[in-house]
C-alpha cells in the first residue's frame, strides 16, 4: 500500500530549529510534487512549500524566510527544516506527494497522497 510516513514533530522551544522527515513508501511508479502543509489550529490547511523533482520551490509567502524544503529522490524522502520557530508554527504538519503509482495491473496516475500529519508545539 502506498502511503507517506511522517516524522520529527514534537515540542520544541522558540527560536529552536526542527526538522520533519517524510517517506514515500509502496510501489511507485513516479513521484512528481513533494511538499508541506500546516494546519494551524483555528485555520485552513495551507501550503508551506513545495518542490519538484528537479529541485524548484514553491514557498508560501509567510514562511519563506525561515522553512526550508529537500528531497532525496533514491531514497524517496522529503524534509522540511524550519529554523528560529515561532509560536505561531505550533500546527499540524502534513506531507503530500503528486504521484502515480502501480497496484498490479493499473496505474493510479497524478494521485494526491496525503500523510497522517505530525504535530509541532512551538512552547517554552
Known amino acids: 500500500q502506498v502511503q507517506l510516513v511522517e516524522s520529527g514533530g514534537g515540542l520544541v522551544q522558540p527560536g529552536g530549529s526542527l526538522r520533519l522527515p517524510c517517506a514515500v513508501s509502496?510501489?511507485?511508479?513516479?513521484?512528481?510534487?513533494l511538499g508541506w502543509y500546516r494546519q494551524i489550529p483555528g485555520n485552513q490547511r495551507e501550503l508551506v512549500v513545495t518542490?519538484?523533482?528537479?529541485?524548484?520551490?514553491n514557498y508560501g509567502e509567510s514562511v519563506k524566510a525561515r522553512f526550508t524544503i529537500s528531497r532525496d529522490n533514491a531514497n524517496k524522502t522529503v524534509a522540511l527544516q524550519i529554523h528560529s520557530v515561532k509560536p505561531e508554527d505550533t500546527a499540524v504538519y502534513f506531507c503530500?506527494?503528486?504521484?502515480?503509482?502501480?497496484?498490479?495491473?493499473?496505474?493510479?496516475?497524478?494521485?494526491?497522497?496525503w500523510g497522517q500529519g505530525t504535530q509541532v508545539i512551538v512552547s517554552s
Open positions: 509502496g510501489i511507485i511508479y513516479i513521484i512528481y510534487d
Open positions: 503530500h506527494a503528486d504521484l502515480t503509482y502501480y497496484t498490479g495491473n493499473h496505474y493510479y496516475r497524478d494521485q494526491d497522497l
Open positions: 518542490i519538484t523533482p528537479e529541485g524548484a520551490t
